[in-house]
Antibody, heavy 120, light 107 residues
């Protein structure tokens, strides 16, 4: 079974750093893009960026460029989303999703999400 | 960046009724790059439709997608109780973007 398993909920203070993870299984991790989607409380989905674990090629939404870092460790089939200095406005649910991008472009497998709460 | 605008924001319908959701793009989108997702409260989004009209694995045939260019539609032929949820369209151009969502609620 193809799965993406995300790390657990986080509660942090403004200014702290954070790295959350997403572990893929049941498929060839290095041959699909994997990306991150933010959902702020009561709001819609926002695409943040993706990484191709095979060669670490990374693309960001202009809205998130410079605000977060996406990385991957293909040896353990895990992608990461990282902040160096959190803000209260980073409070949200973060989903990882496998991106299919051949003839069709869509996200076919999703993690259950990681809740990040940033509060003083 | 291509902007997707979904309408209506909320659709109030009864079980058994037909739901028609619209997704309009700010510029032309390849049909191959247009997808629809369903999200229920407390759950991750689920892929329904890709390539504008192809149902994902396990999706009932009461869900159908259509459209081309800048106008796309998701139709639910007869609403079942489990279909009341929020629906998002998504496109890929130079970047991936989502529409703001349409909530289908019980009337």
């Amino acid at each position: 079974e193809v799965q993406l398993v995300q790390s657990g909920a986080e509660v942090k203070k403004p200014g702290e750093s954070l790295k959350i993870s997403c572990k893929g299984s049941g498929y060839s991790f290095t041959t699909y893009w994997i990306g991150w989607v933010r959902q702020m409380p009561g709001k819609g989905l926002e695409w943040m960026g993706i990484i191709y674990p095979g060669d670490s090629d990374t693309r960001y939404s202009p809205s998130f460029q410079g605000q977060v870092t996406i990385s991957a460790d293909k040896s353990i089939s895990t992608a990461y989303l990282q902040w160096s200095s959190l803000k209260a406005s980073d409070t949200a649910m973060y989903y990882c999703a496998r991106h299919v991008s051949d003839y069709y472009y869509y996200m076919d497998v999703w993690g259950k999400g990681t809740t990040v709460t940033v509060s003083s | 960046e291509i902007v997707l605008t979904q309408s209506p924001g909320t659709l109030s319908l009864s079980p058994g009724e037909r739901a028609t959701l619209s997704c309009r793009a700010s510029q032309s989108v390849s049909s191959s790059y247009l997808a629809w997702y369903q999200q229920k409260p407390g759950q991750a989004p689920r892929l329904l439709i890709y390539g504008a009209s192809s149902r994902a694995t396990g999706i009932p045939d009461r869900f159908s997608g259509s459209g081309s260019g800048t106008d796309f539609t998701l139709t639910i032929s007869r609403l079942e109780p489990e279909d009341f949820a929020v629906y998002y369209c998504q496109q890929y151009g130079s970047a991936w973007t989502f529409g703001q969502g349409t909530k289908v609620e019980i009337k």
